[in-house]
């Protein structure tokens, strides 16, 4: 029963994070159109949207995600897959973060190339993550590399690093 709680809260929280990631560019480029009390009506919506919404949605799904990696053990090369496509949207992210921080002061637009160019590489990479987790390929991998990604591995790998696995 944990695990399809985790597994629920999960996904719902992937879903209002990647549409949060979806929408922000959009929001981005009604800054040009605006000015004075309306253009800092937007800030504020902007600021709430990311900060309240898109960032704890962002933190649930990395923490409901990592639980169930403990609660299911899943240790297969498609997971290490998965998890660096989930870099790429934390990357993403905090990109969007930083465009917050400047786009809103004086004279600074979002091109409508860039907001092209945005949604179409975050939703690459919520595609991807979406045909990695559903499909879970069977990858065949060398041994050196299953030895690689070893629940350990890299203690054993590099004990001089880690002087609490001895």
Known sequence: MTAILLKFVHVLAIAMWSVGLLSLPFLY???RQLKDKALFSLHNF??????????????????TGTALIFVESTFVPWFSVKLALVGAMVFIHVLSGLVILRLF??????PTSRVI???TLTATVIAAILVTVLGKPQWVTAG???DFFAPGAL???LPFLS????
């Open 155 to 157: 203690g054993e790998m």
């Open 144 to 146: 050196w590399i299953n």
């Open 105 to 110: 002061e004086p004279g600074q637009t979002y």
């Open 29 to 31: 480029s009604q800054r």
């Open 163 to 166: 002087a609490w696995l001895r």
């Open 117 to 119: 160019i945005v949604i």
């Open 46 to 63: 902007v600021r709430f949207f990311y900060i309240k919404l898109v960032s704890p949605a962002a933190f649930v799904a990395v923490v």
